[in-house]
Every structure is written in structure tokens, then in C-alpha cells.
């Protein structure tokens, strides 16, 4: 058995980065890996019984055939060649996983009806690097329904943390707290998922979501945190996006889905 300190990988978007890297090490090993320090439970729990995890909330000792760090901050110096998930590999010198990058992932029934998916909400926001007015994502929404386009709308997001009082003021239903499982399950079947820089973005890639708008934001390069696989509206700030810039890339999305780069 292999020892794998998940430093750093708390946050959703953070653990299904790693995983890919995770596995590769068990594979270079033959054996298990006792993950330590932190990973995500929710991603935990969404991964198949496939992959050769094994968690720990505290240390343990032992005679391991190697120990690593999976500290997805230290590897921000790749930041701008490689992809996040990518840039384990790159620091190993070892190939890169092609993309988009599927990984097996739980997909549970979430006993909703198919609608469009909205993640408006950042745990790693800073100081607005991520966030886009609540009010925007709303002015695109009700110009989507009002075209015809669009009926049911979901907001995802987490109780106690986020707030979905003003999505709910406009007809648009919470999913909070649910498995990702089921959260994924909805993502696939959605004529469209709207997303800022967030876990559920992550989520979008590594589940083959391919209905996905990103805003993108210039805090982070280009390459690290797009949906190969989906549509993506780049901006230097989120503020600086307009709702018709979203619109837009909305449209085309369900009007014909394929790969899209705007840059505004």
C-alpha cells in the first residue's frame, strides 16, 4: 500500500483535479492508497468502488511502498501550460492524460425532471475573482424563458452557505445538499448548465457534461479550468460580463451544441 496526503484537496474541484494523478500512482504501484489530510467526502463518495482509495481522517502508521503530496497549490506554477488536472503530471515529467478527461463517476437518479442547471456559487472566490451578480444570471434566465427556450431552471448549491433567495424569488428551484451523484445525473440530462468557476464546473468536465457554459475568468489561464468538452465565455473580471455575452453562448448551446471560445 501507497500513503497519499490529499493536501490542499478539500475543495470539490480540487479532489476530481487529483484523482486521475491518484490512480496513476496506485498503477505504478499495483496496490492501494491510504488517502490522508482532507479530501473531499462529497467527491469520495461520488468516485466508483473502482478506483483502489482508502481514507483516513487521521494518519496512520505503517510500512508504505511510497509516500506523496497531492498539494494542487504547489503546482500552480504549470498553471498556465496544462490543464489543472494535467499539471500533477507535468511536474513528474510523466505523459499527459488527454482531455476532456472522463472520469468513473456515480451517476444516481436525482427523482427530478430535466431542466437547466445553474451553479452561481464559489467557495474559492476572491474578492469577486469568480462571482457574477446574482442579478445577471437572473436577466439571462428570465430572457431565455421569456424566448420560449427554457422552462425549469435548478440552482445548486450548499445550505448555510449559499443563498438561493433570489433565484427562488424567480421561479427557480434549489437543489442543495444533494450527493454529486445526483447532482451529475441532473447535469446530463440538462438541455443546459450555466457555471462560474466552481466545483460543479469541474463536475461538468471530468462527467462528460458537453451542454455546459463556463464564465471563465482571466484570474486563472486559459487552459487550467476550461470543459474541454463544453462551451466557454472568457472574461479578464466576471463584472465585465454582460448577460447578453452569457445569452449568447446560452443560445447557441441549445440551439446547437458545440465547442465555443468567446473571448470578450
Known amino acids: 500500500m501507497i500513503k497519499i496526503y490529499a493536501d490542499h484537496c478539500s475543495l470539490i474541484g480540487d479532489a476530481l483535479s487529483g484523482v486521475q ?50 498539494n494542487v497549490a504547489e503546482l500552480l506554477r504549470y498553471s498556465g ?26 451517476c444516481e437518479p436525482s427523482g427530478l425532471k430535466p431542466g437547466v ?8 472566490d476572491f474578492n469577486h475573482n469568480k462571482f ?9 434566465i428570465r430572457a431565455l424563458r421569456d424566448g420560449g427556450q427554457i422552462d ?27 450527493p454529486l451523484s445526483q447532482v451529475l445525473s441532473l447535469m446530463r ?7 462560474i468557476d466552481t466545483g460543479i464546473s469541474h463536475l461538468a468536465h471530468y462527467g462528460g457534461v458537453e451542454n455546459h457554459v463556463l464564465l471563465s475568468p482571466g484570474s486563472a489561464p486559459e487552459c487550467l479550468v476550461p470543459n474541454p468538452c463544453g462551451s466557454t465565455v472568457r472574461v479578464n473580471r466576471p463584472i465585465e460580463a454582460q448577460p447578453s455575452d452569457m445569452l449568447q453562448a ?4 441549445l ?3 458545440s465547442p465555443m471560445i468567446k473571448e470578450i
Not at 482508502?54 to 506523496?68: C, K, N, V, W
Not at 457574477?132 to 436577466?139: G, Q, V, Y
Not at 446560452?250 to 448551446?253: D, K, L, N, W, Y
Open 81 to 106: 501550460q496544462v490543464h489543472m488536472c494535467q499539471s500533477f503530471f507535468k511536474a513528474a515529467g510523466k505523459p499527459l492524460p488527454e482531455l476532456p478527461l472522463t472520469l468513473d463517476l456515480r
Open 132 to 140: 457574477w451578480p446574482h442579478d445577471r444570471w437572473i436577466s439571462v
Open 21 to 70: 494523478w491518484m490512480k496513476y500512482l496506485c498503477d505504478e504501484h499495483r496496490t492501494d492508497a491510504l488517502v490522508v489530510g482532507g479530501f473531499n467526502h462529497l467527491v469520495a463518495d461520488l468516485l466508483e468502488p473502482s478506483y483502489p482509495f482508502i481514507y483516513a481522517a487521521e494518519d496512520l502508521p505503517g510500512d508504505y511502498a511510497a509516500i506523496y503530496h497531492v
Open 152 to 178: 425549469r431552471v435548478y440552482v445548486v448549491g450548499a445550505s448555510g452557505v449559499d443563498d438561493p433567495c433570489p433565484y427562488v424569488a424567480e421561479d427557480v428551484e434549489p437543489v442543495f445538499d444533494r
Open 189 to 195: 440530462s440538462s438541455p443546459l448548465v450555466m457555471t
Open 250 to 253: 446560452a443560445r447557441m448551446v
Open 117 to 124: 442547471v445553474v451553479a452561481p456559487y464559489s467557495r474559492s
Open 255 to 257: 440551439g446547437r451544441p
